[in-house]
């Protein structure tokens, strides 16, 4: 059973505009979210993170809305480049569990093209 | 610099034959992770550990063993590989308390004959 799913396996954009990756969840418990960025033939590094007690993070053109009872998130990239081309994970916790909240569950990950 | 490190990057083996990878990060974590990566499945925990000595499995444990004896380093080791382990593995590792965030190696890409 997926918990994490990302719907989209890939989305294009043009130079300048908004990128939206989505992602949903069904473990309620879960209570922190990151998202990574990976490039070909590199690991994932680390983008941003939402605490469930907030519903909205900013980090410069990167944006990450939450909405706890829709068990849904969004990255937001504005205004979005050639460089931000690259797969995105989104990978959820929980910090109740035996094994700690650096346990993290991804998803399939998001495969983003911007178009100049 | 604060890194993950993995080797080999590439590994072309053949079914059965032994093989390690290995794993070190030089941030004194104490949480390590080894993942996979196959297409269409996103990233897969094959196991972790919390701890020097203490390892748990992930989701695909079946066909690795790793080992902790050392905080720094956490191989991962394939007895006898099949073809169905042909994929791309990262390394992770983090703290246990504070952020989540985890700090991948750059990878291993494997393909067994």
Redesign the interface.
């Given at each position: 059973d997926q918990q994490v799913k990302?719907n989209s396996?890939s989305l294009s954009v043009q130079e300048g505009r908004i990128s939206i990756l989505n992602c949903d969840y069904t473990n309620s418990m879960f209570d922190?979210f990151?998202w990574?960025k990976k490039y070909p033939?590199?690991?994932?590094?680390?983008l941003i993170?939402i605490s469930s007690i907030k519903d909205k993070n900013e980090d410069g053109r990167f944006t990450v809305f939450l909405n706890k009872s829709a068990k849904h998130l969004s990255l937001h990239i504005v205004p979005s480049q050639p460089g931000d081309s690259a797969v995105y994970?989104c990978a959820a916790?929980r910090s109740d569990s035996g094994?700690?909240?650096?346990?993290?569950t991804?998803?399939?990950?998001t495969k983003l093209s911007v178009i100049p | 610099e604060a890194q993950?490190t993995q080797n080999p990057r590439y590994l072309i083996t053949v079914t059965g034959k032994k093989l390690t990878v290995t794993c070190s990060q030089n941030m004194n974590h104490e949480?390590m992770s080894w993942?996979r990566q196959d297409p269409?499945?996103?990233?897969?925990?094959i196991y972790?550990s919390?701890n020097v000595e203490v390892t748990?499995k992930g989701d695909v444990p079946e066909g690795y063993k790793v080992s902790r004896k050392e905080k720094r380093n956490f191989p991962l080791i394939l007895e006898s590989p099949s073809p169905n382990q042909t994929s791309l593995y990262?390394c992770?590792s983090?703290?246990?308390r504070g952020?989540?965030?985890?700090?991948?190696?750059?990878?291993t890409r494997l393909t067994v004959l």
């Open positions: 990302q396996p922190y990151l990574y033939a590199e690991g994932p590094t680390f993170s994970f916790s094994a700690g909240s650096y346990q993290l991804f998803g399939k990950g | 993950v949480y993942y269409g499945l996103g990233l897969r925990q972790y919390m748990d990262f992770a983090s703290f246990v952020s989540n965030e985890q700090f991948f190696g750059p990878g």
